[in-house]
């Protein structure tokens, strides 16, 4: 009869870093989503508001990011720079972003709140290459997820939190991806 080995634990200490860099995403995270708010309303106190006009302000919020992620693809595809498989993938993640751009203007109508349309102009700085683009989707992608994951205990109306959950799957993935093609560890 074989002697039973002792269970270890051998992710404890990993797990322990994780939660350690959990905790300063959620800071990140915070910090930006706060700014943005700052810059669309002039207001901070609807971030942490847990009350109806809390989640106002916070898919106020993450409807900006969404406008801005869709114009991001935009340049990217109007760049000319992409590659057919990179191009197809950017279409099909410009398609997700209008997804929950319509989601959150569709949830803030029927909260009584007209929602903002995206901005006239986006300034994405100099795209020379498809690195370039693949670098910017990343960092927009990247913000998103920090600000979906923070802002997520945050909110107060269950069916946005069921939505703003499913996005955030979706920022993930997208992130994910974008991090395999420019060469960034995903952990």
Do not use: C
Request: aromatic content about 8%.
């Amino acid at each position: 009869m074989k002697a039973e080995k002792p269970e270890v634990n051998l992710m404890e200490p990993l797990l322990a870093e994780k939660n350690l860099r959990r905790e300063w995403l959620r800071f990140a995270g915070t910090a930006s989503a706060g700014a943005i708010l700052f810059l669309l309303t002039g207001k901070t106190k609807e971030l942490y508001g847990q009350s109806l006009q809390g989640d106002v302000g916070i898919l106020t919020a993450a409807l900006y990011l969404e406008h801005e992620a869709v114009a991001a693809y935009q340049a990217g595809a109007e760049s000319k720079l992409l590659s057919p498989g990179v191009f197809k993938v950017a279409v099909a993640f410009q398609s997700d972003h209008k997804y929950h751009r319509d989601g959150i203007s569709g949830v803030l109508k029927s909260l009584g709140v007209e929602p903002k349309g995206p901005e006239k102009k986006y300034d994405f700085g100099h795209l020379r290459s498809e690195k370039d683009i693949l670098r910017l989707a990343r960092d927009r992608e990247n913000g998103a997820v920090l600000a979906y994951g923070t802002l997520a205990s945050n909110i107060l109306t269950k069916a946005v939190l069921n939505f703003g959950a499913n996005v955030l799957v979706d920022e993930v993935r997208h992130r994910t991806v974008l991090n395999a093609a420019i060469g960034v560890p995903n952990y």
